[in-house]
Structure formats: C-alpha cells, structure tokens
C-alpha cells in the first residue's frame, strides 16, 4: 500500500456556521462545498469534512475521539500564521515551539478539536528521532 500524504479528516462538530467562521474565516480553508449539515473545505492538498451532528447524535455515537489532526506550514508562514491565531484570540494549547527541526503550534477550534500546525516534513522530524 502507497499513501502519498495527507488526504482528509472528517470532523463532527456542532454548529456549522461558528465552524466555517473558523476554518474558513479565520484560517483562510477554501469553501468547496457546502450543505445543510455538511462542508467540504480546502486547504493546500488537504481537505477537511465538517459535520454537524446534534447531541442525540452524538451521544448516540460513542466515538472514541482525536487526539489532534497537523497540517504542514512553510516555515516562511509560520509567525504570520501564529499572528493571525492571535489576533483572532484562538486558544493556544502548545508552542509555539521547535519540535525536531521545525516549528509547531497547538491550538483548538471552536468545538476543542485540537489542530497543529508544523513547519517540518515527516523525513526531517524523524533525522532528530532517531
């Protein structure tokens, strides 16, 4: 099996629009689609599916949860990135800090889904791990 990088995550989240006035207003991911309950955004290669589940749901679902989902930045974006979460009064959970040979930073979205967004690739993280 070859996977060539990121694809997607789909996540369940409770109110559309506070949502896409986060990833798209705040973050700048590009609308693709979007319905009733359901958006698809985009963001470099990557894309991200919103869905909007009410409580029944999601109590009903038992999920286990996520840890955090990362999207690679250039380093050359990073501290404008970091600024724009600032101004914006996003809640930084981590960093910024070096980790391996790039920059991270942790930060949740509306709904306490924790993002990271990190400057290195996989190939550079793991010359420093191993």
Request: charged share 20%; proline share 2%.
């Amino acid at each position: 099996m070859k996977v060539s990088g990121f694809s997607h995550i789909t996540l369940n989240i409770r109110n559309l629009e506070r949502s896409l006035e986060f990833y798209h207003g705040i973050l700048g991911m590009t609308i693709r689609h979007r319905g009733r309950t359901d958006a698809y955004l985009e963001w470099g290669s990557a894309w991200v599916c919103l869905l909007e589940r009410t409580v029944a749901e999601e109590q009903a679902g038992g999920s286990a949860g996520m840890d955090h989902v990362a999207f690679y930045i250039a380093a050359d974006d990073f501290n404008e990135a970091v600024g724009i979460l600032q101004k914006h009064h996003v809640e930084i959970v981590r960093g910024p800090v070096q980790r391996g040979t790039g920059w991270s930073v942790n930060f949740l979205d509306p709904d306490g889904i924790q993002l990271e967004l990190h400057t290195s690739t996989l190939d550079e993280r793991m010359e420093v791990w191993v």
